[in-house]
């Protein structure tokens, strides 16, 4: 018998009745690659101006105009465009996130999601649960690190993706998190430097590091540049696994933990210890998965460490014992309004 508690807590699909909710789970890749076929070809760019019909929208990214319509349509199901008259689409709050240089733009991401490459990957999930294994150097024959250096268009992708996640990301943590009391503050594996920009930007006083591998490095001068803090910030170039560079009062690592397996994530968690000060501070910028049943995009964001770089998304008590197995010890988790949350670690 389904009791009170269970009506409350459960997820939209479980409302359904049993056979729509597996319906409707089991088809959600059909969405998932629609959506990602609209913002390939800019439909929501086409669209900034206002509403048009699916025949210019057809001229203006050379498809199929009846075909284009039973995609459109689809989306305009699920929140994603709106049909405002007979074969006529407008944007939704939704759709407006699908543009290309506006605040809060998620095109990037959805474009990586779903690129070929990493599809074929998700489709070897069952490889991934049978063996623990990552699915990415079963698919291509390289991890997926090393596959975005032999791949740089791919790696690219990637990049502005992980760019998207940040800038949305930013605010959320600026806001959460005092950072005030840190004089330099090194962005382990921080990419271009889009979250260490932000930080700086909302604190005058801080100076800041950013540290990647050299390829990575390349593109950050011109992020720093446009976001107005290159001058402030000392760049490093290196590989985490074999040493990182002291001199700073804190270490923030944003979405790189949970790319790794227990064993290279204390590995990676070690050298952070070495270059650490004696009173100063590891943040880790993670999602934080929540016990229990309730929905948590964590859950979902597990599969794809699952099956992509071989990594975890983990629970407090998981980043306490990781933490711990490096010499260093949780002192608190900081939630804030994105699915990030600061995981903040001192020497023990």
Same mark, same amino acid.
């Given at each position: ?36 076929? #609209?913002?390939?070809?800019? *439909? ?5 101006? =206002?509403?048009?019909?699916? %025949? !210019?929208? @057809?001229? &203006? ?107 949305? #990301?930013?605010?959320?943590? *600026? ?5 005030? =009391?840190?004089?330099?503050? %090194? !962005?382990? @594996?921080? &990419? ?157």
């Amino acid at each position: 018998m389904k009791t009170q508690h269970d009506a409350a807590t459960a997820t939209p699909a479980q409302q359904l009745p049993p056979e729509a909710a597996l319906m409707q789970l089991s088809t959600g890749h059909f969405i998932s690659q629609a959506v990602y076929v #609209a913002t390939k070809l800019g *439909v929501a760019d086409l669209l900034a101006g =206002g509403s048009k019909s699916v %025949a !210019d929208l @057809a001229a &203006g990214t050379k498809t199929h105009e009846r075909s284009l319509y039973r995609l459109l349509r689809t989306l305009a199901s699920v929140g994603v465009f709106a049909e405002t008259d007979p074969k006529v689409f407008a944007l939704t709050p939704t759709a407006e996130l699908l543009r290309a240089n506006v605040p809060d733009s998620m095109r990037d991401i959805v474009i990586f999601m779903g690129e070929e490459w990493h599809t074929r990957v998700c489709d070897e999930m069952l490889y991934s649960v049978e063996t623990g294994r990552p699915a990415w150097g079963r698919t291509h024959g390289a991890e997926v690190f090393s596959y975005f250096e032999q791949h740089p268009e791919h790696g690219e992708i990637f990049n502005r993706a992980m760019t998207n996640l940040s800038r949305m #990301a930013v605010p959320a943590i *600026v806001e959460a998190y005092d950072f005030s =009391g840190i004089d330099k503050l %090194a !962005d382990v @594996a921080g &990419g271009h430097g889009i979250l260490l920009a932000g930080i700086l930007k909302a604190n005058p006083h801080m100076k800041g590091l950013l540290f990647d591998v050299p390829s990575v490095i390349e593109g950050a001068p011109a992020l720093l540049g446009r976001e107005g803090v290159a001058e402030r910030v000392e760049l490093m170039r290196g590989n985490f696994f074999e040493s990182i560079p002291a001199g700073a009062d804190a270490y923030l690592l944003k979405h790189i933990i949970h790319d790794w397996d227990d064993e290279r994530s204390i590995a990676i968690l070690k050298n952070v210890h070495a270059a650490l000060p004696a009173r100063g501070k590891v943040l880790l910028v993670e999602i934080v998965i929540a016990p229990g049943n309730e929905p948590h995009f964590g859950k979902i964001q597990d599969l794809e460490m699952l099956v992509s770089p071989g990594g975890v998304e983990r629970t407090a008590e998981e980043y306490r014992e990781l933490l711990t197995q490096a010499g260093l010890k949780l002192t608190r988790v900081v939630p804030t309004k994105s699915p990030l949350s600061v995981v903040e670690a001192v020497k023990a």
